[in-house]
Every structure is written in structure tokens, then in C-alpha cells.
């Protein structure tokens, strides 16, 4: 009976990820300072920004990191992200119940394809109006003591990195791969949060917009900065 159910959400999250829901797309304008890279892991994506950017809106980043030219960060649940050991009962917990969150925090000291050189990646480029609002998305992702401090965490998962506790509940229905859908939606892309659940879902929306004649050349940076 476990075993029925548990195919039957699945089978519901391949097709509502595979289908082709992908909405118009407001254009970007291309701006010589703000590249944004999104970086897929396989199960999970996450957002490649300048420290520039973050460190005045995130100030305890910079005291935590020191000298960095990028962040990245990725959103998901707080046991299943910092756990080192899969296990099945552990991914029933985040998939099927309203768990914790986390936000994970990677330096990023040198080129972002050369550091990610395993990892698909796709970079946009955003208008200060844009790159300010996702700056503000990711801002308001990490959770904030009573002074406005982050809360941290244990240890990342590789290089740089450290955990810190994050803003909403992950379940099936708000993944990791959502929290980047709603980030991309934050800097004016028209794209449909509710079936975007899985890396895959994400990269293939990128690619196919900036495969479109009439919004692709507006993704292309007029300065390459690393």
C-alpha cells in the first residue's frame, strides 16, 4: 500500500515537471554588471550571484566569508540538504511532510564554469532593477534573529560553505528547485512555480528561452566579468 502511494506521487510530480508549462517571458535587459549563473547538481539548482551585490544587503556573509568574488546559494530541506548519509525514511520526511529549510552558502573565489566545471550552467543578465530584486528574494530566504543575524548552521557541503537557517517549509510541493522558479520570477520571467520542481524543469525553461529570437540576444552580457 506505502509502496502504491508512493509511486502514484511520483508519477504525478514526472508529469506535472515534463509537461510543457512554460509561459511567456518578460525581456531582460542585458547589463555589463549583474551576471546571474544557475547551476544544476543534478537533483537541485541554485543561483550564482556577485558578492557585490549580496554583501550589502547580507552584511554577515562578508564577515563570514571574507574576500569572495561569488556566492552561491542554494534553498532546501534542513535534514535531507545537510545530511551526508542518504536514506529512504529521511527523503519520505522532506518529500511528503512540511519540514524546516535551510539556506546553503558557497564561496565562489574564481570563474563560476571553471568552479562548476561538472555542473550544467546557464548564465542571464539582469538590470539593476532586476539583479536588486533577486538580490531581496535570496535577502529574505535566510531566517533573522531578533538583532537581524542569520543563524548558522553546520558546515557546507564542499569548498567555502556553511548552512544557515532558512525562511518556509519544504515539501513536495515547494522544492529546492521551486525556491530558483520563484527567484526567476522575482526579476520580471513569467514562469509557472507550481510545476517547477525539478532541476531538469528549470534548465530546460532557461535553455528554451534564450533559444527564443526575440529574448535571447537580451540575455547576452555586454562585458564578460570573470
Same mark, same amino acid.
Request: aromatic share 14%; net charge positive; charged share 20%.
Given at each position: ?59 554577515? +556573509? ?8 561569488? #556566492?552561491?546559494? !542554494?534553498? /532546501? %530541506?534542513?535534514?535531507?540538504?545537510? =545530511? ?68 548558522? +548552521? ?8 556553511? #548552512?544557515?537557517? !532558512?525562511? /518556509? %517549509?519544504?515539501?513536495?510541493?515547494? =522544492? ?51
Amino acid at each position: 500500500m506505502k509502496n502504491s502511494i508512493l509511486f502514484l506521487i511520483l508519477l504525478v510530480v514526472w508529469y506535472l515537471t515534463n509537461t510543457n508549462l512554460i509561459g511567456k517571458s518578460y525581456k531582460l535587459m542585458a547589463s555589463q554588471e549583474n551576471e546571474v549563473f544557475v547551476v544544476n547538481h543534478g537533483w537541485h539548482t541554485g543561483f550564482v550571484v556577485s558578492s557585490a551585490g549580496i554583501n550589502e544587503k547580507i552584511p554577515n +556573509l562578508k564577515d563570514r566569508f571574507r574576500k569572495t568574488k561569488f #556566492f552561491e546559494f !542554494g534553498w /532546501g %530541506d534542513k535534514d535531507f540538504y545537510q =545530511t551526508k548519509d542518504f536514506s529512504l525514511s529521511l527523503t519520505a520526511s522532506a518529500i511528503l511532510w512540511p519540514t524546516d529549510s535551510v539556506m546553503h552558502v558557497v564561496a565562489v573565489p574564481t570563474m563560476v564554469e571553471n568552479y562548476f566545471s561538472n555542473s550544467e550552467v546557464i548564465k542571464i543578465c539582469l538590470s539593476e532593477k532586476q539583479f536588486s530584486s533577486l538580490i531581496l528574494f535570496i535577502s529574505k530566504s535566510f531566517f533573522r534573529d531578533k538583532k537581524g543575524n542569520l543563524e548558522k +548552521l553546520q558546515k557546507g557541503l564542499y569548498g567555502n560553505s556553511q #548552512f544557515y537557517k !532558512g525562511v /518556509g %517549509d519544504f515539501h513536495l510541493m515547494n =522544492t529546492c528547485n521551486r525556491w530558483v522558479a520563484k527567484g526567476l520570477q522575482s526579476v520580471g520571467l513569467e514562469i509557472s512555480t507550481t510545476y517547477k520542481l525539478t532541476a531538469s524543469s528549470i534548465m530546460n525553461y532557461l535553455t528554451k528561452v534564450k533559444k527564443n529570437k526575440n529574448l535571447g540576444s537580451s540575455f547576452e552580457c555586454k562585458v564578460k566579468l570573470n
